[in-house]
């Protein structure tokens, strides 16, 4: 495993982390496997969690907090993340990114990770209904109380950031560290384009999500969807990933990472950590062979050469 600086912050983060959105108290309901995967993890180097309330309604955050509990993994040697935004419930006030729903927020997300504190604490989205001032002052406050390290956003605009980092800076508040945004082969246009020209001057550091397309770059679909897929399961998911240009791409791609001698998820996964200001790909894991595939991208290096035919193949 390998780690680097999240931003321009002095903590650090292993390059690939393990992330519970769809997976953990959801698709993966055995305690048993969650707990064999996460102690995987750990012993291959991974220290960042990352999690959210939204998570199966919470059930992530418990699942987790329960293993972390029971494997007495010391508390200092993780970096745990969550975030708030997404309804919790039918209460008009259970969603968003008030003042009161985050300071309520963070408390019940802590209670159910079985921790004093987090690490990262996301903004999920921006809350076009709350005042800017308002969510800036609301994480910093939960900073600066103790309840977690930094604060950062996910899915944020560029300019929605600037304005949050900004604001912090001439108010004497913690500004925020990191930016979590959707980031892989296939979906690139808006964290190059837009959000980087943003980020790295500032020194935000990018934690980036479903860096293998939904499963995508995987070559699991390269022959159709097979039963019990993401893809089968999902319209949306498909529509946004699976066409015939990118299964084009996906198929080419296995020439490049066989002459590496690596999966097409490894090298997808070393492609995005190439990328400028990433520090950690979050992946998924249903499975421990699958993370153990995942994990070996941590020590992918990708030479000019491999990193060119890459780029003619997803320009194609």
Do not use: C
């Not at 495993?1 to 390059?15: E, Q």
């Not at 309604?57 to 509990?69: D, N």
């Not at 996906?250 to 001698?261: H, N, P, Q």
Request: no cysteine.
């Amino acid at each position: 495993m390998r780690y680097r600086r999240l931003g321009r912050s002095g903590m650090k983060v292993s390059t690939v982390s393990l992330g519970a959105w769809t997976t953990y108290g959801e698709s993966v309901q055995d305690k048993q496997l969650t707990r064999d995967i996460v102690a995987k993890a750990f012993e291959s180097g991974v220290t960042f969690f990352d999690n959210a309330d939204a998570y199966a309604r919470g059930q992530g955050e418990a699942v987790l907090g329960e293993i972390f509990e029971d494997l007495a993994i010391p508390r200092h040697h993780l970096v745990l993340s969550s975030k708030v935004y997404w309804p919790m419930s039918d209460n008009v006030n259970d969603r968003g990114l008030s003042r009161k729903h985050v300071l309520e927020s963070i408390d019940m997300s802590l209670e159910r990770m079985r921790s004093d504190y987090v690490d990262i604490y996301f903004a999920h989205r921006y809350d076009v209904e709350t005042p800017m001032e308002e969510i800036v002052e609301a994480f910093s406050d939960v900073v600066r109380s103790g309840r977690a390290h930094y604060w950062g956003t996910s899915e944020w605009s560029a300019t929605q950031i600037a304005e949050a980092h900004t604001y912090a800076q001439a108010n004497g508040l913690v500004a925020p560290v990191t930016e979590q945004p959707e980031y892989s082969m296939l979906q690139r246009e808006r964290v190059e384009g837009e959000i980087l020209p943003v980020t790295e001057p500032k020194g935000i550091g990018l934690v980036v999500w479903s860096p293998l397309a939904m499963g995508m770059l995987t070559g699991k679909y390269d022959d159709g969807l097979p039963e019990g897929s993401r893809f089968a399961a999902s319209e949306h998911f498909r529509k946004k990933f699976f066409n015939d240009a990118n299964v084009a791409r996906v198929k080419s791609l296995k020439a490049v990472a066989d002459d590496l001698g690596i999966s097409r998820a490894q090298l997808a996964l070393a492609w995005t950590l190439h990328q400028s200001n990433v520090a950690s790909v979050i992946t998924g894991a249903t499975k421990v062979e699958q993370l153990v595939d995942n994990l070996a991208a941590a020590e992918v290096d990708l030479d000019a050469a491999s990193l060119e035919r890459i780029d003619a193949i997803l320009a194609s």
